[in-house]
């Protein structure tokens, strides 16, 4: 590779008319992968969103009305000395995302289908029912929250491997408060008392939802993009999503002869596996940034705190759901304490310090 020799800056923005580095190699080398070869993710990914920094001689040539450029750094408190380093984990692009929601969507619809022909809904619990009516149905505005959080902040990441990452997160939000909306639609064709508004009216005014309600729009509220992605991923996720999906809806429904509900939840459990070690990975790099590093991590130790408490405070309104099953199979405090426990782990794994306020 060619030694750039000192040269006055050149203006023109004409093929040709500087020489960048690697000009004259026959490689293809315009970024550095990860591995040793570069993945088809990131030949679909890096660099799909330009950056004038990189390659270009002008800044750009778009702005909006008061000057912001088309992206800018300034859009997140946080800071990195190279935001292109970072790699989703699990290497996601629009092909194979598309290929995976197509799965998941057909799963659903096969194991409901299923259900449906050998009468398994009809021999639910009615008290059961009840829980699916009212609470199953008003969390489903929670995963739409959000998926419009996380779908309002993709369009600010500096970066195209970042921007997916959070996207795809949406996506698999929107998709699976869907899969509820369209689920409760379903299994209310063999229970014709079922009440598809009650869902809608327990999220805006029983007492139980209100404080997931603050939370969720507290995030929705945020106006750095990051504190979102952060927000729902290692502070609303662990501490109140996943005990819901998992502490409770997983763990009691098979004890109310319903099979089908735990199959229709469980994607939404694998996508948060997914975002999760994406989200992870990010913070984890800007935590750990040479230049960065220090700042940062008091950044999400601030954010930790904010969305800690409501999260903790919602968390805690949601007990009394653990109490109306007929057949009680979870502890809530027991299912309060791992998902506490786990999002002190992420937060250990970030690197950030995990506030005490939120154990009590």
Same mark, same amino acid.
């Given at each position: 590779?060619?030694?750039?020799?000192?040269?006055?800056?050149?203006?023109?923005?004409?093929?040709?008319?500087?020489?960048?580095?690697?000009?004259?190699?026959?490689?293809?080398?315009?970024?550095?992968?990860?591995?040793?070869?570069?993945?088809?993710?990131?030949?679909?990914?890096?660099?799909?969103?330009?950056?004038?920094?990189?390659?270009?001689?002008?800044?750009?040539?778009?702005?909006?009305?008061?000057?912001?450029?088309?992206?800018?750094?300034?859009?997140?408190?946080?800071?990195?000395?190279?935001?292109?380093?970072?790699?989703?984990?699990?290497?996601?692009?629009?092909?194979?995302?598309?290929?995976?929601?197509?799965?998941?969507?057909?799963?659903?619809?096969?194991?409901?289908?299923?259900?449906?022909?050998?009468?398994?809904?009809?021999?639910?619990?009615?008290?059961?029912?009840?829980?699916?009516?009212?609470?199953?149905?008003?969390?489903?505005?929670?995963?739409?929250?959000?998926?419009?959080?996380?779908?309002?902040?993709?369009?600010?990441?500096?970066?195209?491997?970042?921007?997916?990452?959070?996207?795809?997160?949406?996506?698999?939000?929107?998709?699976?408060?869907?899969?509820?909306?369209?689920?409760? #639609? *379903?299994?209310?064709?063999?229970?014709?008392? /079922?009440?598809?508004? +009650?869902? &809608? %009216?327990?999220?805006?005014?029983?007492? !139980?939802?209100?404080?997931?309600?603050?939370?969720?729009?507290?995030?929705?509220?945020?106006?750095?993009?990051?504190?979102?992605?952060?927000?729902?991923?290692?502070?609303?996720?662990?501490?109140?999503?996943?005990?819901?999906?998992?502490?409770?809806?997983?763990?009691?429904?098979?004890?109310?002869?319903?099979?089908?509900?735990?199959?229709?939840?469980?994607?939404?459990?694998?996508?948060?596996?997914?975002?999760?070690?994406?989200?992870?990975?990010?913070?984890?790099?800007?935590?750990?940034?040479?230049?960065?590093?220090?700042?940062?991590?008091?950044?999400? #130790? *601030?954010?930790?705190?904010?969305?800690?408490? /409501?999260?903790?405070? +919602?968390? &805690? %309104?949601?007990?009394?759901?653990?109490? !109306?099953?007929?057949?009680?199979?979870?502890?809530?405090?027991?299912?309060?304490?791992?998902?506490?426990?786990?999002?002190?782990?992420?937060?250990?794994?970030?690197?950030?310090?995990?506030?005490?306020?939120?154990?009590?």
């Amino acid at each position: 590779m060619s030694t750039l020799t000192e040269q006055s800056p050149v203006k023109s923005g004409a093929a040709g008319a500087a020489q960048f580095s690697g000009w004259d190699s026959r490689k293809y080398n315009y970024f550095e992968p990860k591995g040793r070869k570069a993945s088809h993710y990131e030949d679909m990914t890096v660099d799909v969103q330009p950056d004038p920094n990189r390659y270009l001689l002008q800044d750009w040539i778009l702005a909006f009305a008061d000057g912001t450029p088309t992206y800018s750094k300034t859009w997140t408190a946080a800071k990195s000395s190279d935001w292109h380093q970072f790699r989703a984990v699990d290497e996601e692009w629009e092909r194979t995302h598309y290929q995976r929601q197509s799965t998941i969507v057909g799963m659903i619809t096969g194991a409901i289908q299923n259900a449906r022909r050998s009468g398994a809904v009809k021999r639910f619990d009615k008290t059961w029912i009840k829980v699916l009516e009212q609470h199953l149905g008003a969390y489903k505005h929670a995963e739409f929250g959000l998926g419009t959080a996380t779908m309002h902040a993709q369009r600010y990441g500096y970066t195209q491997m970042i921007n997916s990452a959070i996207l795809t997160n949406a996506s698999y939000k929107l998709r699976f408060a869907q899969d509820l909306t369209l689920y409760l #639609g *379903e299994i209310a064709l063999d229970l014709p008392n /079922l009440d598809l508004d +009650a869902g &809608k %009216q327990h999220w805006l005014t029983d007492p !139980i939802w209100q404080d997931t309600r603050r939370a969720i729009e507290t995030i929705g509220g945020a106006t750095d993009f990051l504190e979102k992605y952060f927000a729902v991923n290692v502070v609303f996720e662990p501490l109140v999503a996943d005990l819901f999906r998992s502490g409770f809806i997983m763990q009691v429904a098979a004890s109310q002869n319903d099979f089908l509900t735990p199959t229709v939840v469980s994607a939404a459990e694998g996508d948060y596996e997914r975002n999760l070690a994406n989200a992870v990975e990010l913070f984890h790099m800007l935590a750990n940034d040479p230049q960065h590093g220090e700042p940062n991590r008091k950044l999400f #130790g *601030e954010w930790l705190e904010k969305h800690g408490a /409501l999260a903790s405070a +919602a968390a &805690k %309104q949601l007990q009394s759901i653990w109490s !109306i099953p007929h057949v009680k199979t979870a502890h809530f405090n027991d299912c309060l304490n791992s998902s506490i426990e786990r999002a002190e782990m992420i937060a250990r794994e970030i690197g950030v310090h995990f506030p005490s306020s939120i154990r009590a």
